[in-house]
T-cell receptor, first 110, second 118 residues
Framework: SQQGEEDPQALSIQEGENATMNCSYK?????LQWYRQNSGRGLVHLIL?????REKHSGRLRVTLDTSKKSSSLLITASRAADTASYFC??????????FGGGTRLMVKP | GAGVSQSPRYKVAKRGQDVALRCDPI?????LFWYQQALGQGPEFLTY????????KSGLPSDRFFAERPEGSVSTLKIQRTQQEDSAVYLC????????????????FGDGTRLSIL
């Protein structure tokens, strides 16, 4: 069974706009990770945020984590057509086993 | 190679046949994971190895599923007497260390094997 719920399930924006995706989870976590998956390909790790961190940045990505609400968000700024993909959050336990949400399908129109 | 390699990329089998899916992890990676991804869904954990030891197989759907990693590098996921519900993409991932530093290890994924059971 999947741990998290992603919201929205699908998102369509224009190039240059920002995209925000949200993730909620159910159990306590060690860390939370975001992955991207292009159609027909494997997942690519984007960013990891530890349970004692609240915000993290990497290039055009900004991730927040609220452990009291068991939620996280991924913000992609100044989106590009190449950002079109599915985005998954995944929670990790101490053994580094990942539990994924259902994903957000992002389409960035040129 | 530079990344995780999976073969074959596509596999079509008739119901009842056995299949074997191969994963070559990144050299030196201790941990290896198998996931199953249904169409339009997120990956779901199947099993996990630390070197040659299978430490968790709680996600395997039935006893028709079997995984091994005999020398602690290449892994094979075998499905016996395949059923239509086995149709999915099977993803393999590896990471450098087990847990280690409180589990803060990103996983590196292969492109998966798309299995279709007719």
């Amino acid at each position: 069974s999947q741990q998290g719920e992603e919201d929205p399930q699908a998102l369509s924006i224009q190039e240059g706009e920002n995209a925000t995706m949200n993730c909620s989870y159910k159990t306590s976590i060690n860390n939370l990770q975001w992955y991207r998956q292009n159609s027909g390909r494997g997942l690519v790790h984007l960013i990891l945020i530890r349970s004692n961190e609240r915000e993290k940045h990497s290039g055009r990505l900004r991730v927040t984590l609220d452990t009291s609400k068991k939620s996280s968000s991924l913000l992609i700024t100044a989106s590009r057509a190449a950002d079109t993909a599915s985005y998954f959050c995944a929670t990790a336990n101490a053994g580094n086993m990942l539990t994924f949400g259902g994903g957000t399908r992002l389409m960035v129109k040129p | 190679g530079a990344g995780v390699s999976q073969s074959p990329r596509y596999k079509v089998a008739k119901r009842g046949q056995d299949v074997a899916l191969r994963c070559d992890p990144i050299s030196g990676h201790v941990s290896l994971f198998w996931y199953q991804q249904a169409l339009g869904q997120g990956p779901e954990f199947l099993t996990y190895f630390q070197n040659e030891a299978q430490l968790d197989k709680s996600g395997l759907p039935s006893d028709r599923f079997f995984a091994e990693r005999p020398e602690g590098s290449v892994s094979t996921l075998k499905i016996q007497r395949t059923q239509q519900e086995d149709s999915a993409v099977y993803l393999c991932a590896s990471s450098l260390l087990f847990g280690g530093r409180k589990g803060n290890q990103p996983q590196h994924f292969g492109d998966g094997t798309r299995l279709s059971i007719l």
